[in-house]
């Protein structure tokens, strides 16, 4: 095979398996909210790592699919707590600590080390 194809295959492959890990994490985390399920989705975000849409929908980036699992569990997290509020005022954050008491070592992974997941795979959207 080409290296295009190969590498399309492989980001392929990757995507799917973000989207496993984030539905699962994601049912998850809706389930201690008692919220129901709602369409998860992967993209090739350029600035974010995920989103919850008002409705629910919610997108993880892909590239999550290379830090360590923490660091994906608390993306989910803090979308899912978008779920209960949309903002991020001291009540979002009473929600996502009762999610995930510990996520400060994962975003502080992230802040530091979050660019260095842009190397893999083709270029990102907006």
Not at 59 to 68: K, N, S, T
Not at 96 to 119: M, Q
Request: some cysteine; overall charge positive; hydrophobic content about 45%.
């Amino acid at each position: 095979a080409k290296p295009e194809i190969l590498a399309q295959r492989v980001e392929t492959f990757l995507r799917g398996l973000a989207l496993r890990e984030a539905e699962t994490m994601l049912r998850v985390f809706w389930g201690k909210l008692g919220v129901p399920d709602a369409p998860i989705s992967v993209r090739n975000y350029k600035r974010r790592w995920g989103s919850c849409s008002a409705e629910g929908d919610t997108i993880i980036h892909w590239r999550l699919v290379f830090a360590p699992l923490p660091v994906f569990e608390a993306v989910c997290a803090h979308e899912a707590a978008h779920r209960i509020v949309l903002n991020h005022s001291p009540a979002f954050y009473r929600v996502l600590d009762g999610l995930l008491p510990n996520r400060s070592e994962a975003e502080l992974w992230l802040k530091e080390h979050g660019p260095s997941l842009w190397a893999y795979g083709r270029e990102p959207h907006k």
